[in-house]
């Protein structure tokens, strides 16, 4: 038997988990077929999350890639079916690359595998990223390295904890929904590794305690700094992230398991909870930051 899984009009991390919903009450080797035929639009997030989706399944999923020229141009340009045609089996026809343009793709979709992959991330977004934050977000020319090492960071986290390679990308657009047509730049990192619970876990030194969950595990790693290894200094990647966030009016989430955390929530973010439980499972970490333009 062969399930079909809608992906929605528009795809980001709030509206991915209506593809998750579909997937709850299967068993991880049943065949499914994702539709993304009717897809206008998706984030970083969305995009980078279908093909760690691809990782999670005991057999190889099929796919249906939007029908949309628009879409599926830009889908081209930010790599998505370069990388979802070594993990999906395609039922109709994907987009090839465009000729070069003026692109707002600041970093394509990228493999994050090995720690020489982190490094060669932060060498192709460092001259892009200037041009952005100073020149199209009004940020100082402080942020840049700021910038950076906080993409190094989540990146890292991968090599990490994951237990399996993951994926990155970074956008700017316009966001009209939330900020009024302010610009804003966006990272998304996603994994379908062991996640943050079972990472944890692995620590001998972890401390048992009567309550324990995806959500206790998050708020552990990402605002309380625990990590599983023993070293002095370890575990505070997530804080230099926070910081520099919350310095630029950004906004922070991370996903693992059953739950979601949102670790920085500005004033123009229209989220209720800084912490969701009970999600459908799935496996690994996501992470998403936000930051807006700057406005004097």
């Known amino acids: 038997m062969t399930t079909l899984i809608d992906v929605p009009p528009s795809l980001d991390d709030k509206s991915f988990e209506q593809v998750l919903d579909q997937l709850a009450p299967l068993p991880p080797d049943e065949k499914i077929i994702v539709d993304a035929r009717r897809t206008r639009w998706a984030s970083p997030y969305g995009l980078t999350a279908l093909l760690t989706l ?9 796919f249906y890639p939007t029908e949309i020229e628009n879409t599926g141009s830009y889908w081209a340009r930010a790599n998505f079916y370069k990388h979802a045609e070594e993990v999906y089996e395609f039922h109709g026809k994907a987009h090839r690359t465009p000729p070069h343009r003026e692109s707002d793709v600041l970093l394509e979709i990228t493999p994050i595998v090995q720690s020489g992959d982190v490094h060669n991330v932060v060498e192709r ?3 892009k990223a200037q041009e952005i934050l100073t020149g199209k977000l009004n940020l100082d020319s402080s942020s840049t390295m700021r910038f950076t090492m906080a993409l190094s960071e989540a990146c890292q986290n991968i090599i990490e904890h994951a237990g399996c390679g993951g994926w990155v990308a970074v956008q700017t657009y316009r966001w009209q929904q ?17 996640g943050f619970r079972q990472s944890l876990e692995s620590s001998p030194a972890r401390r048992l305690r009567d309550r324990w969950n995806d959500a206790i595990a998050l708020e ?3 605002l309380n700094g625990v990590s599983r290894f023993p070293d002095v200094g370890r575990g505070q990647g997530f804080a230099g992230i926070r910081r520099f966030v919350g310095h630029w009016d950004g906004k922070l989430s991370v996903r693992s398991g059953t739950a ?3 670790a920085s929530v500005p004033d123009w973010d229209s989220d209720e909870t800084a912490r969701e439980e009970g999600l459908p499972l799935f496996p690994g970490a996501q992470l998403q930051i936000t930051i807006p333009e700057r406005i004097a």
């Not at 691809?54 to 099929?62: I, L, N, Y």
């Not at 939330?178 to 062991?194: E, M, P, Q, S, T």
């Open 220 to 222: 552990e790693a990402v």
């Open 178 to 194: 939330r900020l009024n047509g302010r610009k804003v730049v966006v990272i998304a990192v996603c994994d379908a590794g062991v």
């Open 54 to 62: 691809a990782q999670s399944r005991a057999d190889r999923p099929g």
């Open 260 to 262: 979601r955390i949102v």
């Open 125 to 127: 977004i460092q001259k």
